[in-house]
DNA sequence: CGGGATCCGGCTTGATACTG
DNA sequence: CAGTATCAAGCCGGATCCCG
């Protein structure tokens, strides 16, 4: 009853909002965010960085967050060729949401890990 | 530099803390948290909530967020039964910080379109 | 109502190879 | 270095049937 008086609200189907979460929020799109919110990098830091990422992937998530505004790409015309991304202030925003999550997650991974061991034994070892 | 110091690092390939993230950040994890974050809410009111999830996935997503501990599932062995999700007080703590993302990306949803408008103009109409 | 089990098509993902 | 192209595999997600 509350998100009702917003104009974009992710909870519809049809909303581009969702699409922009998605971004955001995925695999590979959250991970990208956070790495970048420690300063600028290239395309190949960033792959190291972003442990288990692939070209393709790592391509794919930086046109989508450049698209949506929360991206900078800088590219250089030099040989060998010189490309930095670092996050527009749209997007060190985001990120610094998405960060506050991270960080909670990560901070309280022994609760999250217990919860598994409680279920795991609860219902039939797996 | 400074997640280094961290247990639980999301950046490393490994770490369960990468997977516990996909769950909550995840496309129907999200929205399953922010909706719960309402209240409780029973199965097919959860699937009318999040617009457009199956029951396989909610059921899938449930199962998974139950495991990390951050929803509650109350069955109530009466016929028709009833069961009833809520968060748990971990749950709600993350559910706060991944509301206070989603409010964030749908206030500044104009902005993502004028960027994405730009960006498709500039380079090739797609 | 609240799910579990199964089947299956298709989009997403991930190597690999190649280009500028 | 910074990507794109290609292709096979696999997982996502919908449909369906079933049970308690």
């Not at 393709?56 to 991304?85: C, F, I, W």
């Not at 996050?87 to 999250?112: C, K, N, Y």
Request: charge should be neutral; charged fraction near 30%.
């Amino acid at each position: 009853m509350d998100s009702n008086d917003l104009a974009y609200d992710v909870f519809s189907k049809a909303c581009p909002s969702r699409g922009t979460l998605e971004h955001v929020t995925g695999r590979w799109g959250a991970l990208t965010l956070g790495a970048l919110h420690e300063g600028s990098l290239r395309f190949n830091e960033l792959r190291r960085r972003v442990d288990g990422v692939s070209e393709k992937m790592l391509s794919q998530t930086l046109h989508a967050l450049e698209r949506d505004g929360l991206v900078h790409r800088e590219a250089q015309p030099t040989n060998p060729p010189r490309v930095d991304y670092e996050l527009t202030p749209l997007g060190r925003e985001v990120a610094q949401r998405l960060l506050s999550l991270i960080h909670f997650v990560e901070g309280r991974m022994d609760d999250v890990l217990v919860a598994r061991g409680r279920y795991d034994t609860t219902r039939g070892t797996r």
